[in-house]
């Protein structure tokens, strides 16, 4: 059979995360069912990783195996067809048989957009409103230049609830905020995440920047690896994973 290697978007809002889940509506699921009326017969699709509910993707990026006599311009078509309208399918393409969507990623970019005051109608599914609340850049981008590197991010993440147990050490290459006018864009790049890892980040460099907790606070937690009352974590709305690097 082919290996077929596949990017997409989605609008999370109103999905529960992108992986199949029982008795739940998740993108993965929505593009199964549709991959079943095209090959008439269950296709297992892969994804890069897990987001969660909620979450959006500009360019997540997932395969599957099955055989299709037409070109991927054909199967492209026919895959955009008949999903939810929140989902798009931007491109098929062939692979060899050694590429796994999921394991063969070498790094990931995610963005998370905030602003200050409240958003318009059209946008406050996409970003995290902080209201009143403006946040000390500088101060953010210093704490985020301390987290670079390899270490230990267990203080940053949270247990999944279903018993999985992972490896904590993660390599962060990039991770800062930048602002325009009243919007406020968190830029990150790393070998992998955690679950919820971005959106604590968030949370917790907002907090700082803010001056509702101070930075030794937050590095302490860091250094000995136990996440405290205070650590908290951004809402789902406003983080996309970007890309996916192979």
């Known amino acids: 059979m082919t290996r077929w290697c596949c990017l997409c978007a989605y609008d999370g809002t109103g999905f529960d995360g992108w992986q199949s889940q029982p008795n739940q509506n998740t993108i993965q699921d929505s593009i199964e069912r549709r991959l079943f009326d095209i090959f008439k017969k269950p296709v297992r699709v892969f994804g890069s990783g897990r987001t969660d509910a909620g979450v959006h993707a500009n360019n997540q990026v997932f395969h599957f195996d099955a055989d299709w006599n037409h070109c991927p311009k054909k199967l492209l078509q026919a895959m955009g067809s008949g999903i939810p309208r929140s989902i798009q399918i931007k491109s098929v393409q062939e692979t060899n048989n050694d590429f796994h969507?999921?394991?063969s990623v070498t790094k990931k970019r995610y963005l998370y957009h905030l602003r200050?005051?409240?958003?318009?109608?059209?946008?406050?599914?996409?970003?995290?409103?902080?209201?009143?609340?403006?946040?000390?850049?500088?101060?953010?981008?210093?704490?985020?230049?301390?987290?670079?590197?390899?270490?230990?991010?267990?203080?940053?993440?949270?247990?999944?609830?279903?018993g999985t147990a992972e490896c904590t050490v993660r390599t962060i290459y990039s991770l800062s905020f930048r602002r325009t006018d009243?919007?406020?864009?968190?830029?990150?790049?790393?070998?992998?995440?955690?679950?919820?890892?971005?959106?604590?980040?968030?949370?917790?460099?907002?907090?700082?920047?803010?001056?509702?907790?101070?930075?030794?606070?937050?590095?302490?937690?860091?250094?000995?690896?136990?996440?405290?009352?205070?650590?908290?974590?951004?809402?789902?709305?406003?983080?996309?994973?970007?890309?996916?690097?192979?």
Request: with cysteine.
């Open 101 to 103: 969507a999921q394991f």
């Open 116 to 162: 200050e005051g409240l958003a318009n109608p059209f946008e406050y599914k996409f970003l995290w409103e902080l209201k009143n609340r403006k946040p000390d850049i500088q101060k953010m981008n210093e704490l985020g230049q301390e987290l670079i590197g390899t270490h230990d991010f267990a203080a940053f993440s949270a247990k999944r609830g279903d």
């Open 182 to 246: 009243n919007y406020l864009t968190f830029f990150t790049e790393a070998n992998g995440y955690l679950y919820k890892m971005v959106r604590t980040l968030v949370g917790t460099m907002v907090e700082v920047g803010t001056g509702a907790l101070a930075k030794d606070y937050v590095l302490e937690c860091f250094r000995t690896r136990r996440r405290k009352e205070k650590i908290v974590t951004a809402p789902p709305t406003g983080l996309f994973l970007d890309k996916v690097f192979y």
